[in-house]
């Protein structure tokens, strides 16, 4: 173990057991940031030293590689919650659980059908997570970030400044946000919400949390769904004639629909298998690897390509 600005630097840390699919090699450098100021501190030293990072933080949405990783691994998790009226402002790394727990406690409406979404905060606002026809988007104000990468501009600057986003430039849509796709690092959000009826939010929670325990059993080792659904409206009528309408849901054909359709339930490569009762559903029976998950992934594709003329894409993000 090594020290960074008070920070523990651990040497040759295994990551499986970091994700809730637990699957992946070693870590070469491994640090664990629990508030967005040692955040930017360290963002400030990495990018002062051309240092190579990768940035996760709850693991239930990442297969990390088989081979390890040689780049310093920053994971955020930690954090805390503020109220402020009727928004809070809550720490990227704050467990998305623990921030609809409060949301309902407080009667606060917005985030109760997010019920049992595994991660952080700072992974939903990355992934747009969500389910039962809303998602992270509806409550998310403003997103405070720091650049990841150092503009030629502020070479021999020091250190690096954050900036709040407004949720318009935060560019969300289904499963997909400005932040797939730019080094911006996640440091803190606030939310906005509707003041709801206390009792109501908690029975939609638990009934939630009740029928999501039926797809995903305590202990199951997975990323949640694999691909993701399809978006109704950006099919042709073509590649609409092949589908049984009654199956599209909150406008969305579901992948596991499509997957089922082609034969993929209890298909298996090494130790992943996909669910005997869900075909979009990748789980890992104890010794898989990515290189299985990967080589599941292209054979369902192309299954799905085959029959249906639809390219699924992955809703998990490879590490
Ligand atoms: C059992 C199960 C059920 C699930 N159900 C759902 C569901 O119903 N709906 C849904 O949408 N998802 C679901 N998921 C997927 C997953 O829980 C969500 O995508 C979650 O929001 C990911 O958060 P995380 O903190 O675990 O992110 P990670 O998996 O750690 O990271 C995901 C991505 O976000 C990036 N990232 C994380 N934190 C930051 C940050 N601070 N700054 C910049 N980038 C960052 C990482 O680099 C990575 O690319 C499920 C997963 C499991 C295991």
Redesign the pocket.
Known sequence: MRKLNNLNILDNVSLAPLS?FYIGGLAKEYIKVESPEKLVEIVGWVRENNKPF?????????VFPDEGVESLVIQ?LGGSIKVEGERMVVD??VL?SDVVSKSISLGFSGLESLSG????V???I??N???YGHAIREVVDKVEIVEAEKKEVEKGREGSRSRWMSDSECKFSY?ESV?KHKP???LRAVLKFEQGNREELERISKEIIKKREVK?HPG?R????FFKNIIAADLSREQLKNIDKSKIVYGKVPAGYLLEEVGTKGMRVGGIEIASYHGNLFVNKGEGRASDVKTLAKILKEKVRNRFGIALEEEI?YF
């Open positions: 809730t990768k940035v996760f933080a709850g693991g239930s949405n990442v955020v990227a790394g998305l979404i595994p991660g952080t700072g992974g939903a990355v992934g997570a969500g389910a499963r932040f911006y690092l996640i995903y199951i997975c990323p949640g769904s993000r």
